[in-house]
């Protein structure tokens, strides 16, 4: 992953040991926002990151403005509900969750949608002051699809994981 070239991440090793993978999404002009390009070079970075036995840990971190502020909506519009399950839309995108190693997201600026859920797929999340955590969803008539549902009650409890659902506002750090 250090110094493979990637069109919507930074891949790099970090630390005074190497040791600590860094993960930036790097797409400023969209917000982050989680395109299945972004997704896939996550996974290789993460891939490559876990397999290399000096890394003892992965960062996935976003810009001052935007951890990611959700799915890539103009990707993914058009598509109905038989193409995204019979092309298995999401299945690259628990990859995060099942790292054998910890991995930290540190959010500052929106983590919204498919950030928040990428964000609670890490081990730890650490929340800078700008952070905002958000499943806004039901704004555009559907429901947080990648675990967001089950992984935000777990991280907040049922009533505020019901209140940010149903009513698609954020929460701070």
Do not use: H
């Not at 193409?83 to 540190?106: M, N, T």
């Not at 089950?150 to 929460?171: C, F, Y």
């Amino acid at each position: 992953a250090a110094g493979a070239a990637f069109q919507y991440i930074v891949a790099e090793k970090k630390g005074a040991k190497q040791n600590v993978g860094l993960i930036r999404l790097n797409r400023p002009q969209a917000l982050n926002a989680l395109c299945a390009g972004l997704v896939r070079e996550v996974r290789e970075a993460l891939d490559a990151f876990e397999s290399d036995p000096r890394v003892g840990a992965i960062v996935i971190t976003g810009n001052e403005k935007a951890f990611a502020a959700g799915a890539d909506i103009k990707e993914m519009q058009n598509n109905t509900f038989q193409q995204c399950y019979s092309a298995g839309f999401l299945d690259e995108w628990d990859r995060v969750s099942k790292v054998r190693k910890p991995v930290i997201a540190a959010v500052n600026g929106y983590a919204l949608g498919g950030g928040c859920e990428l964000a609670m797929m890490c081990d730890i999340i650490y929340a800078g002051e700008k952070a905002q955590f958000g499943q806004p969803e039901i704004l555009l008539g559907t429901i947080p699809g990648a675990g967001g549902t089950q992984r935000l009650t777990r991280a907040v409890g049922k009533s505020l994981a019901m209140e940010m659902v149903l009513t698609g506002d954020r929460i701070s750090a």
